[in-house]
């Protein structure tokens, strides 16, 4: 049976299955997509899927980015002809003085969106590190209960208001967006000084500054 992370969670919480649900979430997913060229660009909780083996999938490419890639071979951007604008480009890539993918159009869940994305300024690979940043945070720091998730579609899970940015549910998404841009990143009191930091840079607001995979990987998170 495949479930998504919170499904999961309701039934067990130990800190082992999150350590190795996050470094596979980096190692396996992100970086994967990463050197395929692919933006993920909306990575969140209801977008991670487990089995029973304890397999991680990340889902719904509904919004990811791909560069590199023939059209035709892009299923996931296809929009209905009605609703797609000849003269729009902002779907086409564009490389900047590095070379690097470059996005420009606004794309993810309110809450987990990186802030460069948010404010509207050209964007590379990094946003999926900051969503994903949030992602471990509220895996660590959140008790799960039936009812609602904040700021998606789904249905199936409420979380507890704990957030990166002192974000709760029942705050607008004009809210959600400007506490993502201006508040600084806060830990509940158990957060130990390697997840602080880990987090920390993880979802740093300014990505020039923010860590990168290879860096992740070799963080002392994860190898405590």
Not at 13 to 19: A, E, R, V
Not at 92 to 112: M, N, R
Not at 128 to 155: K, Q
Request: net charge negative; charged share 25%; glycine share 6%.
């Amino acid at each position: 049976m495949i479930r998504d992370v919170f499904s999961e969670l309701v039934c067990r919480k130990p800190s082992s299955f999150i350590h190795s649900l996050t470094y596979n979430l980096q190692v396996v997913a992100v970086e994967d997509l990463h050197n395929r060229r692919i933006m993920h660009r909306d990575i969140k909780t209801a977008n991670i899927l487990i089995d029973d083996d304890g397999h991680v999938t990340l889902a719904d490419f509904g919004l990811s980015k791909a560069f590199g890639v023939p059209a035709h071979e892009r299923p996931w951007e296809a929009m209905p002809a009605w609703s797609s604008d000849p003269t729009n480009k902002s779907l086409e890539a564009i490389p900047d003085d590095d070379g690097c993918d470059i996005a420009t159009e606004q794309a993810g869940t309110p809450g987990y969106t990186a802030p460069e994305v948010l404010a509207g300024e050209p964007y590379s690979y990094g946003c999926d590190i900051f969503s994903l940043g949030v992602v471990i945070y509220v895996l660590l720091f959140n008790d799960v209960r039936p009812g609602f998730l904040p700021h998606t579609r789904s249905h199936t899970h409420h979380l507890a208001l704990q957030s990166p940015f002192g974000i709760e549910h029942k705050m607008s998404v004009t809210e959600v967006t400007q506490r993502t841009l201006t508040v600084p990143v806060t830990f509940p009191p158990q957060a130990g000084p390697r997840t602080r930091d880990i987090l920390t840079r993880m979802l740093e607001k300014d990505p020039r500054r923010r860590i990168t995979i290879p860096e992740i990987k070799s963080h002392p998170y994860f190898r405590s």
